[in-house]
Structures are given as structure tokens and as C-alpha cells.
């Protein structure tokens, strides 16, 4: 979204219009440090006196993820997804299964892979995510325990 200076031609470059509760989530989720779920984004709208439904919140992610803006996680065994501003970056995730924090790792470890699939099979990539689960610090002395 860089090359964007407003959340108003974000939305318009993508055929959308530009409304106030889709100006509010952009904001929100811009903001936040880690990907959100749309229940904390329905709490946090609500803390700043934003009138909206959650069905509302849905319908505007769901809108948002159609069109790339925005990027929906799901994490295995829980059944909320998680939300994050598309920033154009290539980035991969470690998540714990405790306490469901994201980490984000900055080297890419498919690189070489990519390149001989796509050469091996003839076959352009245009992206991949990578997404490992396991157990952070603070969690797996807690994990450990009930072995």
C-alpha cells in the first residue's frame, strides 16, 4: 500500500467505494503490530465509538481480501482467521499453537525451491506463503508440562 497516500485511493484504484467504516478498518488494522481477527477489530471500533455490526466487519474484510488489500490467515485448529494490511512485502509466519502469536521470519527459505519448480515444471510462480506452527517460548514450558 506504499504507493498509496490515502486509504481513499487504495479503495479507489480497486473499484471500491470510499466509505467511512472501510476507512476505519484500514486505519485499525494499518495501525496494529499483529494480524487482527475480525472479533478484536469489531471490539476496537466499538472502543472508539464507531458504529458498526460484525456482520458489517465481515462483509468489508471479506470485501478487502477479494481485493488484495488486505491478507487473511487461517491458523490450523482455530477456527478465526486473521487479518493484516497487504504491504507488497514477502514475508512468512511462525505461529504458535498456545497462544496463537505471530512471528514473522525474514528470510525467505523457498527461494531455490521455487526457482527449480518453476523450472523443473514449466511453471510460473507468482507467490507463495509459508506458515509454521509449533510452540513459542513463553508457551512450550506450558506445553511441555502437560506431556
Do not use: W
Request: glycine residues 4%.
Amino acid at each position: 500500500m506504499h504507493e498509496y497516500d490515502t486509504y481513499e485511493e487504495v479503495l479507489r484504484s480497486n473499484g471500491l467505494k470510499n466509505t467511512k467504516h472501510r476507512n476505519e478498518i484500514l486505519d485499525l488494522i494499518s495501525k496494529s503490530e499483529k494480524p487482527m481477527t475480525a472479533d478484536d477489530i469489531y471490539i476496537n471500533l466499538k472502543k472508539h465509538n464507531v458504529s458498526i455490526n460484525i456482520s458489517t466487519v465481515y462483509r468489508i474484510l471479506d470485501t478487502l481480501v477479494s481485493k488484495n488489500i488486505i491478507i487473511k490467515s487461517n491458523i490450523t485448529g482455530d477456527s478465526k482467521a486473521l487479518y493484516e494490511l497487504n504491504r507488497q512485502e514477502h514475508k512468512h509466519h511462525l505461529i504458535c499453537s498456545g497462544c496463537r502469536k505471530m512471528f514473522t521470519v525474514d528470510e525467505c527459505p523457498l527461494e531455490d525451491y521455487e526457482k527449480s519448480l518453476s523450472n523443473k515444471l514449466d511453471f510460473d510462480i507468482t507467490g507463495h506463503k509459508l506458515e509454521i506452527f509449533g510452540y513459542c517460548k513463553e508457551c512450550k514450558n506450558l506445553y511441555k508440562d502437560k506431556k
